[in-house]
């Protein structure tokens, strides 16, 4: 079983910068995948940014390439999401997931590849 648990979500205004940091615990074997997630009222859940730690493969959304960046701090376990340039449009509840197994690159933003899930983080953006 897995634990994950993200913090780092805050209400900034457009044009600000937020880090999203998710801390994985339990049952992590030596690779796999993990994601950032969101989702915003009345829409679905979509993939913003994942890795695969095996190889470090990175996947983005259109909406988050050249403005965010994901990275891992193996040793502890722990997920990043640095994101810039942050509009009213990235206002959303985030989530980190994780993935037992590599689905594939055109599949590391699919979220149910991932079967373990945080319980968010709230990120508002104003304008």
């Known amino acids: 079983q897995v634990q994950l648990v993200e913090s780092g979500g805050a209400s900034v205004q457009a044009g600000g910068s937020l880090r999203l940091s998710c801390a994985a615990s339990?049952?992590?074997?030596?690779?796999?995948?993990l994601g950032w997630f969101r989702q915003a009222p009345g829409k679905e859940r979509e993939g913003v940014a994942a890795i695969y730690t095996g190889a470090g493969i990175t996947q983005f959304a259109d909406s988050a390439k050249g403005r965010f960046t994901i990275s891992q701090d193996g040793a502890k376990n722990t997920l990043y999401l640095q994101m810039n340039s942050l509009t009213p449009e990235d206002t959303a509840m985030y989530y980190c997931?994780?993935?037992?197994?590599?689905?594939?690159?055109?599949?590391?933003?699919?979220?149910?590849?991932?079967?373990?899930w945080g319980q968010g983080t709230q990120v508002t953006v104003s304008s």
């Open positions: 339990g049952a992590i074997y030596s690779a796999y995948c």
């Open positions: 997931a994780l993935a037992p197994r590599y689905p594939g690159l055109s599949r590391l933003l699919v979220s149910y590849e991932y079967n373990s």
